[in-house]
């Protein structure tokens, strides 16, 4: 059975939503395109993140946009809450996902956030 487009996406989005609830720095990192410009930094932040906070990330939308040759593109918006560590703003943050193809895998190349909004 093939897996459809969205989702594949959906699958890899609700992967590395889980990955940052259960602080899997790894698990994110195994769904990021390796060549991408965002890998170091990602990792870079999520480290720091990871070691101060302790946060609940809730998925609250997730839409498939296009593929376009070797890429493709996916909207989320998610809810950032904090459950533990110090003062931290809780938000609701909506994202453009761009996927980029490595071999036959669809890995997370960069995310722009959209819109930003403080709970």
Known sequence: MSIEPDDTFYIAITNFVECQNTQDLQGMLRLMHKESFAYPAT???????????ELRI????QAFI??????AYARIKIQTEKLTGPDFRNNITEFLLVFRLIGNTWKIWCQNPLSFQLL
């Not at 999520?46 to 101060?52: D, R």
């Open 66 to 71: 296009a593929i376009e040759g070797e890429y």
């Open 43 to 53: 990792q870079q932040v999520f480290m720091k993140l990871f070691a101060a906070f």
């Open 58 to 61: 809730t998925l609250l939308h």
